[in-house]
């Protein structure tokens, strides 16, 4: 198991209407293979950020099975507009 | 419940170092009021990076109880010495 991880910078003013489109967005990835997983939460000191953790079986359920998909397609128009600058994804292993 | 999440940069060569003294480290904070529970992973894109999260009862167990703390003075001292840049600590509201 493997969990990406992506601070979500917003733009200003849009952050109501990203929470409601990703709502939509989350059934997307939801039903991928190898998805176990996610959370989407909001940054105390920060209005305009989130942490998305999204719990992968493996790596290439996500870097191939899902980014090479009809369906990421689907997820970078709902939601890619959103962000700026746009996100670093970075992915981390098991619990030490 | 909150979530303080932190993108822990270790110096190089310290590494497993580092990975053996959080084990030691983790005992003070787990003792901590507040505390809910922990994970440290490490990156795979990159070998020197782990994110550290820690789930609180309320902020200001992490921003008070624990930083206030002289058991803090033990952390700082077992753990701050391995980062390179010291480390922005954020806070995570529920799962929207």
Same mark, same amino acid.
């Given at each position: /198991?493997?969990?990406e %991880?992506?601070?979500l910078?917003? &733009?200003?003013?849009?952050?109501? !209407?990203?929470?409601n489109?990703?709502? #939509? ?6 039903? /991928?293979?190898?998805? %176990?997983?996610?959370?989407?939460? &909001?940054?105390?000191?920060?209005n !305009?950020?989130?942490l998305?953790?999204? #719990? ?13 998909s009809?369906?990421? &397609? ?19 292993g098991?619990?030490?």
């Amino acid at each position: /198991m493997i969990t990406e %991880i992506a601070i979500l910078d917003v &733009k200003k003013g849009q952050e109501k !209407s990203f929470e409601n489109t990703f709502k #939509e967005a989350q059934k997307i990835i939801s039903s /991928m293979n190898g998805y %176990i997983s996610h959370s989407l939460q &909001k940054c105390l000191e920060n209005n !305009s950020r989130y942490l998305l953790r999204v #719990e992968w079986e493996t790596l290439e359920d996500h870097t191939i099975g899902f980014r090479e998909s009809s369906e990421y &397609k689907q997820w970078k128009e709902l939601l890619h507009h959103y962000y700026e600058p746009f996100p670093t994804v970075e992915h981390y292993g098991k619990n030490l």
